[in-house]
């Protein structure tokens, strides 16, 4: 698995993306290889206007590549939450992360509603490859 160098890369190209999403822990984005995918933004919006709906965020780490400089863990878990069964109250918005979070080759971002349709998701992000 390669980890490209964010210093000297070829494109960065920005894009948002957004999806209403299921009360299943879909699959939202699985980065390619080569690439490294910078979610800048996550924000979830309930558009059912009379009831909460709680968002799920997770992050399936395809592996763990070796860094220099860095003991990881590998017998860790590889999903993990940004967010757990956060309530989302009827018309309103929830900032997941306003801080970057990086995603490398095959990473996948997944997220869950608890009421199919309740829930929007929309994220901003750069992709970078090398």
């Known amino acids: 698995m390669a980890n490209p160098n964010i210093v000297d890369v070829a494109t960065i190209n920005g894009g948002s993306l957004g999806w209403n999403l299921a009360n299943t822990l879909d699959s939202l984005i699985t980065v390619s290889a080569e690439y490294i995918l910078k979610i800048n933004r ?59 979070i990086y995603l490398r080759e095959t990473d996948i971002l997944k997220a869950k509603a608890s009421v199919a349709g309740d829930l929007d998701l929309f994220i901003s992000y750069e992709l970078l490859i090398d």
Request: hydrophobic share 50%; no cysteine; glycine share 6%.
């Open 42 to 100: 996550i924000v979830v919006a309930n558009v059912d206007g009379s009831s909460a709906a709680d968002i799920d965020v997770a992050i399936t780490m395809a592996g763990t590549p070796a860094q220099t400089g860095v003991t990881v863990n590998t017998a860790a878990a590889t999903t993990m939450y940004l967010a757990k069964t956060i309530s989302v109250p009827a018309d309103a918005s929830l900032v997941v992360s306003d801080t970057p």
